[in-house]
Nanobody
């Protein structure tokens, strides 16, 4: 079992920055992949960014060049640095982890609101 706890969500003005954190209960080195997803009101949950065990990353087109995903294996924590935030980035952001033969784990979510 893996428990994930997100933090860092907040209200921020357009153009601002936030850094989300996802702390795992155990070693994230054993996880095959991790990622950030988001869900806005009335919309489906979507993948924002993913990172493999080897460090390969992928991003949704809507956040490329603005968001950066990273992981610190020593701290068992994954991050999402979000810059140049836009109102359309407003959503609940969820941390996800995948481990072969076990499946996916999800955090409880953290709210990001971009508004003036």
């Amino acid at each position: 079992q893996v428990q994930l706890v997100e933090s860092g969500g907040d209200l921020v003005q357009p153009g601002g920055s936030l850094r989300l954190s996802c702390a795992a209960s155990g070693s994230i080195f054993s996880l095959d992949s991790m990622g950030w997803h988001r869900q806005a009101p009335g919309k489906q949950r979507e993948l924002v960014a993913g990172i493999s065990r080897g460090g390969s990353t992928n991003y949704a087109d809507s956040v490329k060049g603005r968001f950066t995903i990273s992981r610190d294996n020593a701290k068992n924590t994954m991050y999402l640095q979000m810059n140049s935030l836009k109102p359309e980035d407003t959503a609940v952001y969820y941390c996800n982890a995948y481990k072969a033969f076990e499946g996916s784990y999800w955090g409880q979510g953290t709210q990001v609101t971009v508004s003036s």
